[in-house]
Nanobody, 116 residues
Framework: QVQLVESGGGLVQAGGSLRLSCAAS????????MGWYRQAPGKQRELVAS???????DYNDSVKGRFSISRDDAKNTVVLQMNTLKPEETGGYYC??????????WGQGTQVTVSS
């Protein structure tokens, strides 16, 4: 099992930036994909961005060009840099680790609020 702890959420005005960080501990060697998901009130959780241990990245179309995901396996962290934030991107942001075997671990989440 992998423990994930998110940080960096907060309140920002539309057009502003935030940097989210996820620190992993436990069976880190088993983690293949690290991802950030978000869940707006009343909506389903959706992928924001993900990064594999091989260096591949994937982004939700709505954040391409504005968000950037990076992982530092030496420090067991994954960072989501969010620029030009929009009010509709308000919600809980969650870190997920997926092992090679397909097992998922989730963090508790961090709240992002973008004011208009």
């Amino acid at each position: 099992q992998v423990q994930l702890v998110e940080s960096g959420g907060g309140l920002v005005q539309a057009g502003g930036s935030l940097r989210l960080s996820c620190a992993a501990s436990g069976r880190i060697f088993s983690v293949n994909v690290m991802g950030w998901y978000r869940q707006a009130p009343g909506k389903q959780r959706e992928l924001v961005a993900s990064a594999t241990s091989g260096g591949s990245t994937d982004y939700n179309d709505s954040v391409k060009g504005r968000f950037s995901i990076s992982r530092d396996d030496a420090k067991n962290t994954v960072v989501l840099q969010m620029n030009t934030l929009k009010p509709e991107e308000t919600g809980g942001y969650y870190c997920k680790g997926t092992s090679v075997a397909g097992y998922n671990d989730w963090g508790q989440g961090t709240q992002v609020t973008v004011s208009s």
